[in-house]
């Protein structure tokens, strides 16, 4: 049982480039998150969804698009890549409420330069 | 909107002694306190999580306690061990089916 899958690991991008944060889960949640980690800010919801097809905005959504097109997936999209959004990158999945995370992936830890 | 603080930002035990991580919350309609321990490496994985109605809860080593009338909660860690070592978020929410909020952190290191 993998639960929640994160791909890449790592990745540093030139500012204005574009990429895909991939989000895989495997237990049948409906909920899934995603969040960034900031030093000494904790964690901060960027986008949520509540099941396939339904999305919404959490604390600092602007800069990123999501889409839920299958319950196992929820890519996120940098649409163009600032320095501001250096940053760790977390998925979750809960199986109560998508602003309840109760499974991370271990992280996406993205530069931009 | 809530605003939730966690006190101490470092925090360093000998093994086997005990830790305490204190968190104040700014919104008294808050009703859900989850903590989580993230490794190094690794996401935060949800350890324990309080009720509004609930005093005290233990699970094993650990325990959280809830004080409403003065908006604070810790996280309470016995017989530390280094596999402890990790970085603590506490987190707040007004009911287990709203937005967390969450702390800045505090990272403990059991030393052997």
């Known amino acids: 049982n993998a639960g929640v899958t994160q791909t890449p690991k790592f990745q540093v991008l030139k500012t204005g480039q574009s990429m895909t944060l991939q989000c895989a889960q495997d237990?049948?949640?409906?909920?899934m998150s995603w969040y960034r980690q900031d030093p000494g800010m904790g964690l901060r919801l960027i986008h949520y969804s509540v099941g396939a097809g339904i999305t919404d905005q959490g604390e600092v959504p602007n800069g990123y698009n999501v889409s839920r097109s299958t319950t196992e997936d929820f890519p996120l999209r940098l649409l163009s890549a600032a320095p501001s959004q250096t940053s760790v990158y977390f998925c979750?999945?809960?199986?109560?409420?998508?602003?309840?995370?109760?499974?991370f992936g271990d992280g996406t830890r993205l530069s931009i330069l | 909107g809530e605003n939730v603080e966690q006190h101490p930002s470092t925090l360093s035990v000998q093994e086997g002694d005990s830790a305490v991580i204190k968190c104040t919350y700014s919104?008294?309609?808050?009703?859900?306190f989850p903590w989580y321990k993230q490794e190094l490496g690794k996401g935060p994985q949800l350890i324990i999580d309080?009720?509004?109605?609930?005093g005290e809860k233990k699970d094993q080593r650990i325990a959280v306690t809830l004080n409403k009338t003065a908006k604070h909660f810790s996280l309470h860690i016995t017989e530390t061990q280094p596999e402890d070592s990790a970085v603590y978020f506490c987190?707040?929410?007004?009911?287990?089916?709203?937005?967390?909020?969450f702390g800045p952190g505090t990272s403990l290191s059991v030393i052997p």
């Open positions: 919104d008294s309609a808050s009703n859900y």
């Open positions: 237990m049948n949640h409906e909920y």
């Open positions: 979750a999945s809960s199986y109560s409420n998508a602003e309840q995370p109760q499974h």
């Open positions: 309080i009720r509004s109605n609930v």
């Open positions: 987190a707040a929410s007004m009911t287990s089916y709203d937005k967390v909020i």
